[in-house]
């Protein structure tokens, strides 16, 4: 059975730094890719992604060079670090596991404010 949860998320002013974790439970979680996603006012929308080695990952280009993915498969911990938080970055925040299967998590809301 593979859960995911995910946690860091919080209010925090504008310029500022959050640290989101996605922690996986399950035999399959660190031997898959795991992706980022957000949800704002508008749909859900694909943040990033990290093979399931941690040696690859990728960020979509409007939080390049702020957000940056990374994972501890010792731990089975994805993160998210995401740096000069901006208000459109405002938005509950899900991980997702597209291996053996399409898991969520239910979410970690962060709030960024001007």
């Known amino acids: 059975q593979v859960q995911l949860v995910e946690s860091g998320g919080g209010l925090v002013q504008a310029g500022g730094s959050l640290r989101l974790s996605c922690v996986g439970s399950?035999?399959?979680?660190?031997?898959?890719?795991i992706l980022w996603y957000r949800q704002g006012q508008g749909e859900r929308e694909w943040v990033a992604t990290i093979?399931?080695?941690?040696?690859?990952?990728n960020v979509d280009e409007s939080v390049r060079g702020r957000f940056t993915v990374s994972r501890d498969n010792a731990n089975s911990v994805v993160y998210l670090q995401m740096n000069d938080l901006k208000p459109e970055d405002t938005a509950m925040y899900y991980c997702?596991?597209?291996?053996?299967?399409?898991?969520w998590g239910p979410g970690t809301q962060v709030t960024v404010s001007s």
């Open positions: 997702r596991q597209i291996s053996y299967g399409d898991y």
């Open positions: 399950g035999d399959t979680f660190t031997s898959s890719p």
């Open positions: 093979s399931d080695s941690g040696d690859n990952s």
